[in-house]
């Protein structure tokens, strides 16, 4: 599947940022008041750049790109619900969850979905359900991933990971909240499906 450039950008910006936050985590009497600008700064960059994402008149989706939109919210949902520890509960990611549950119900037919983009779609959901923990949306997002992760083969932690990481995850980042969610999404996939 090919994804818009800048959101590939953003990416690897999130990257570069999310491993800073970590070093900053690790070394806080190294931590500078400049490099706390400078992570202000890169985060309002990311923010803004993934809202203007959103609005086409801004950046054109590009015709082969019809995932963006999921990708794009399940970006900013790890920017606040990881990076910036906001809670489920919290206004703007309960906006960003009803948003994307809303999103993949209205353009994903997962059979014919899982296909072209399987790998995109179950990172997708892998975040809606890590972002999405005790909220009315979770279980919804728990059964869609352990179906697309069934259609992808995926049956234990160690495939789950590797798969988010072909996409956009980071090892530290959330690792145990993210294995939470597969365990969650496999035993009601189990429960569901058998």
Not at 46 to 73: A, K, M
Not at 74 to 89: D, E, I
Not at 129 to 156: N, T, Y
Request: with cysteine; aromatic share 10%.
């Amino acid at each position: 599947m090919a994804i818009h450039p800048t959101l590939v950008d953003v990416w690897r910006d999130l990257r570069n940022l999310t491993n800073f936050s970590a070093w900053c985590k690790m070394y806080p009497q190294s931590v500078t008041a400049d490099q706390v600008r400078y992570f202000r700064v890169k985060h309002n960059h990311i923010e803004h750049t993934l809202i203007q994402l959103g609005n086409e008149q801004v950046i054109p989706i590009l015709p082969q790109t019809p995932f963006q939109e999921p990708c794009r919210l399940a970006t900013r949902l790890f920017v606040n619900s990881v990076l910036f520890k906001y809670s489920p509960s919290n206004p703007r990611t309960r906006l960003l969850i009803t948003s994307l549950k809303s999103n993949l119900e209205a353009s994903m037919h997962l059979p014919v979905k899982i296909a072209a983009h399987g790998r995109a779609i179950f990172w997708v959901l892998a975040m809606g359900s890590l972002c999405s923990a005790e909220q009315v949306e979770r279980p919804w997002f728990a059964l869609h991933l352990a179906k697309v992760g069934k259609a992808l083969d995926v049956s234990s932690w160690d495939a789950a990971k590797e798969v988010l990481l072909g996409c956009f995850y980071l090892e530290g980042s959330a690792s145990e909240s993210l294995q939470r969610s597969w365990a969650e999404a496999q035993l009601i996939g189990d429960i569901v499906g058998g």
